[in-house]
C-alpha cells in the first residue's frame, strides 16, 4: 500500500513538471484527477467488489493513457501499463481484456490527437501487451502459491489426524492391557485377602488382624478404581488443560481446602503427553499442599505464551497441624516422577521455598 502511494506521488510530480503536452491545460487536469481517484481506489480496494475494482482500473487505464499520448514521455504511462498488468493479476478475463482495449484506445486516440506518428502507435500496445503478460506471469505465480499453502496445509491436517489416530489406538491397546493385568491382580487380592480375614478371625488377634486385613481391603479396592478411571482417560480424549485444573482444584476445595485459579493468555489445546504432565504437577502439588500445609491457600496460576505453556502452584503457611501419614502412599507421583514426566514433554519442573509456604512450577515449551 504504502509503495503504491508513493509510487503515484511520483508520477503525479513527474506529470506536474512535464511540458512537453498536446492538449488544453483543463483536459489534464481532469485526465490526471480521473486517473489518480482511479489508482487510489485500486490501491485502497474501496470499493472491495470486484466488479468496481475494475471499473477502476478501466478508467486508471483509459484516463491514464490518453493522459499519457498527450504528455508524450511522461511517467504517466505508468498508469495504464500498471492498470493492465493489475487487471492480468487479479481480474476476471473479460475484464482484463477489457481494461487493456479501453487503455489501448485511449492511447491511440492521443496519438492521433498529437500527431505522435506510427513509431508511438506501435510502441505504446508493444508496452501494454508487455504489461499484460507481466499480470498473467504474477496471476501464475501466486496461483501456484496459492495451491502450495493449499497442499501444505492439507498435508499437516492429514499429519495430524494421523498421529491422533495413532494415538487413540495406542491409548486403547493399552488401556485394555492395564486393565486385564490389573482388574485381574487387584480382584484376586481382594479375594484372598477376604478368605485371610475369614482364616484369622478363627485365631489370635482378631481385632488387630482384621483392621489391617480391611485396610488392605480398602487400598485394593481404591487401586481398582484408579485403574478403571486411568482407564476410562485412556480410552477417551483427556478434557482441555484449564477444565482438568479447574476440576482438580473444585476437589481440592471440597476437601476443606483453600484455592483459587489463575489462568493467563488465550487457551488452547496442548498434546496430550504436554497436558498430562502438567495436569499431574498440578494434581501432585495439591496433594503435597493438603499434606504438608492442610488449611493454606493455594493459588494455581496457568499461563498460556507463544512460546510455552507453565502452572505454578503456590501455597503460603499451614493453618492447621499437618496430621502424620506415615505408610500412606503418595499418589506414585512426587517430585521426581513429575520431573521425569516433564522431560519426556521436553519440559522442565522448579520446585522449592517460596516466602513462608511452598511452589511449584512446571512449564512445557508448546
Known amino acids: 500500500m504504502l509503495g503504491r502511494l508513493i509510487g503515484l506521488g511520483l508520477i503525479d510530480f513527474e506529470v ?22 482511479a ?13 468496481r475494482q ?44 477489457g481494461t487493456f482495449a479501453l487503455g489501448l484506445v485511449a492511447l491511440e486516440i492521443g496519438v492521433l490527437w498529437a500527431s505522435l506518428g506510427s513509431s508511438s502507435a506501435l510502441g ?8 499484460g503478460l507481466l499480470g498473467l506471469t504474477r496471476r501464475q505465480y501466486v496461483a501456484q502459491g496459492r495451491a502450495a499453502e493449499a497442499l501444505v496445509a492439507q498435508t499437516l491436517r492429514t499429519e495430524v489426524e494421523s498421529r491422533r489416530a495413532a494415538t487413540l489406538d495406542e491409548r486403547t491397546r493399552l488401556a485394555r492391557e492395564i486393565h486385564d493385568v490389573l482388574a485381574h491382580a487387584l480382584g484376586g487380592l481382594t479375594v484372598q485377602l477376604e ?37 476410562a482417560a485412556l480410552r477417551t480424549d483427556a478434557p482441555p488443560l484449564r477444565d482438568s485444573v479447574a476440576a482438580l482444584l473444585k476437589a481440592h476445595r471440597e476437601q476443606g481446602e483453600r484455592g ?4 493467563e493468555g488465550s487457551a488452547r489445546e496442548l498434546p496430550p503427553e504436554a497436558a498430562l504432565a502438567l495436569m499431574r504437577a498440578v494434581q501432585e502439588a495439591l496433594t503435597n499442599a493438603r499434606r504438608h500445609a492442610p488449611g493454606a ?70
Not at 260 to 263: K, M
Not at 352 to 366: D, I, L, N, Y
Open 16 to 37: 506536474a513538471i512535464n511540458r512537453h503536452q498536446a492538449g488544453p491545460n483543463w483536459l489534464l487536469v481532469v485526465l490526471a484527477v480521473l486517473a489518480n481517484l
Open 39 to 51: 489508482a487510489l481506489a485500486w490501491a485502497f480496494k474501496l470499493p472491495r467488489q470486484p466488479s
Open 54 to 97: 475494475a471499473g477502476a482500473l478501466a478508467l486508471m487505464a483509459f484516463a491514464g493513457g490518453l493522459l499519457a499520448a498527450l504528455q508524450h514521455g511522461s511517467a504517466a504511462l505508468a498508469l495504464p501499463a500498471l492498470a493492465v498488468a493489475a487487471a492480468a493479476t487479479d481480474g476476471f478475463v473479460l475484464d482484463a481484456l
Open 124 to 131: 505504446y500496445p508493444a508496452i501494454l501487451v508487455g504489461s
Open 195 to 231: 478368605a485371610a480375614e475369614l482364616l484369622l478371625a478363627e485365631r489370635g488377634d482378631v481385632e488387630g488382624a482384621l483392621e489391617r486385613i480391611r485396610a488392605c481391603q480398602g487400598t485394593a479396592r481404591e487401586g481398582l478404581e484408579e485403574a478403571r478411571r486411568a482407564v
Open 260 to 263: 483459587e485459579l489463575i489462568v
Open 297 to 366: 491457600n493455594v493459588r494455581v496460576r496457568l499461563r498460556f505464551e507463544e512460546d510455552g505453556t507453565s502452572v505454578t502452584v503456590t501455597n503460603g503457611e499451614p493453618r492447621r497441624t499437618p496430621v502424620s501419614v506415615g505408610g500412606v502412599p503418595s499418589g506414585g507421583y512426587g517430585l521426581t516422577g513429575m520431573r521425569e514426566r516433564l522431560e519426556l514433554a521436553g519440559g522442565d519442573l522448579a520446585a522449592g521455598p517460596f516466602r513462608k509456604g511452598w511452589r511449584v512450577r512446571a512449564e512445557v515449551p508448546v
